[in-house]
């Protein structure tokens, strides 16, 4: 079994990189492969509503970036970690538009799979961006994994998350939960609403 981690940093050997680095290195002792794809630090659009990706469902019709790069992961993946700095209370907005627009478009590879999210920070702002972070899962049928605390890591200064003795505790308890989710589970994928067709209610009605 394989878990998909994205590192939503723009700095690929930050702080996030250490929390995610300790997530692999756990994994690892459990039996679990990982992949670390860091989503780089160039321009990624953010989505237009433009709904093309449901005349072909599978990729963002955009593709000038690295969304339909790792959405094309999804398939492959058993589960879904994702990290990310926080700024100004949020996750960084490069990230949040490759999981809107990854989901939107490619949604039926993703959906049903375990995911958690890392937030870290220097000092605030850490709880608002892990649950913005988790919402997304919510949405698609994903079972959000726990741990031992909020999946939070300290640190300013690159490398200083390392420091952090909890945060990276918190991590390892993270990959040893992931784990035994997927082993328990032989990575099948969870029902959800199964076959029973979605029912949306509008609040606002003609």
């Known amino acids: 079994m394989k878990v998909l ?9 930050g702080n996030t ?4 680095a ?3 290195k756990q994994l690892d002792k459990n039996g679990i492969d990982s992949e670390i794809v860091w989503i780089g630090n160039k321009p990624i659009r953010g989505c237009i509503a433009c709904d093309q990706c449901k005349a072909k469902p599978g990729a963002c019709v955009f593709n000038d970036d690295i969304c339909n790069e790792i959405s094309a992961k999804y398939a492959e993946a058993d589960a879904l970690i994702v990290g990310s700095p926080v700024y100004y209370g949020q996750p960084n907005g490069a990230l949040l538009s ?7 478009s490619n949604g039926k590879n993703i959906s049903g799979k375990p995911a958690a999210a890392v937030a870290v920070c220097r000092r605030g702002g850490s709880t608002t961006a892990f649950q913005t ?12 994994v726990s741990s031992q605390y909020w999946n939070i890591v300290f640190g300013r200064e690159p490398g200083q998350a390392s420091l952090d003795a909890e945060g990276l505790q ?3 308890a993270l990959a040893n939960n992931m784990a035994f989710y997927l082993k328990s589970t032989e990575g099948k994928k ?7 067709p979605w029912e949306p209610t509008h609040f606002i009605r003609p």
């Open 98 to 104: 490759i999981i809107q627009r990854s989901f939107h």
């Open 17 to 20: 990189s250490v929390a995610l």
């Open 190 to 196: 969870a029902p959800g609403r199964g076959d029973e």
């Open 5 to 13: 981690i994205i590192n939503g940093s723009p700095r690929r050997n």
């Open 133 to 144: 972070l988790n919402m997304p899962f919510l949405m698609m049928d994903m079972p959000v």
């Open 170 to 172: 918190t991590m390892r």
């Open 22 to 24: 300790e997530i692999a």
